[in-house]
Nanobody, 123 residues
Framework: QVQLVESGGGLVQAGGSLRLACAASGLIFSAYAMGWFRQAPGKEREFVATINFGGGSTSYADSVQGRFTISRDNAKNTVYLQMNSLKPEDTAVYYC????????????????WGKGTLVTVSS
């Protein structure tokens, strides 16, 4: 049974930082592209960032480029999202996702989803 379990969400002031983690089990972690999506209240889920199976290539949504960094540790079956310079508009539930490639991740072809972790940025 595949499980993606997110952690690290919470309440932070604007301009602050948070680091999200997603621990994976039940799959060959190093064979998947991994990524993060988010869903703000009243809005659709949107792509945030993705990283290829080896960790050498990444892609970001324009809204987070330069502020967020995605990374992975295949030895620990974990993907991370370092979020800096947070803004109130970053408030959302953040979801971890596994896909075949970065391209299919960004097109929404997701194999597995986590249950999400809430990030709240106060102004």
């Amino acid at each position: 049974q595949v499980q993606l379990v997110e952690s690290g969400g919470g309440l932070v002031q604007a301009g602050g930082s948070l680091r999200l983690a997603c621990a994976a089990s039940g799959l060959i972690f190093s064979a998947y592209a991994m990524g993060w999506f988010r869903q703000a209240p009243g809005k659709e889920r949107e792509f945030v960032a993705t990283i290829n199976f080896g960790g050498g290539s990444t892609s970001y949504a324009d809204s987070v480029q330069g502020r967020f960094t995605i990374s992975r540790d295949n030895a620990k079956n974990t993907v991370y999202l370092q979020m800096n310079s947070l803004k109130p508009e970053d408030t959302a539930v953040y979801y971890c996702a596994a896909a075949n490639t970065r391209a299919t991740m960004q097109s929404g072809e997701i194999y597995h989803w986590g249950k999400g972790t809430l990030v709240t940025v106060s102004s």
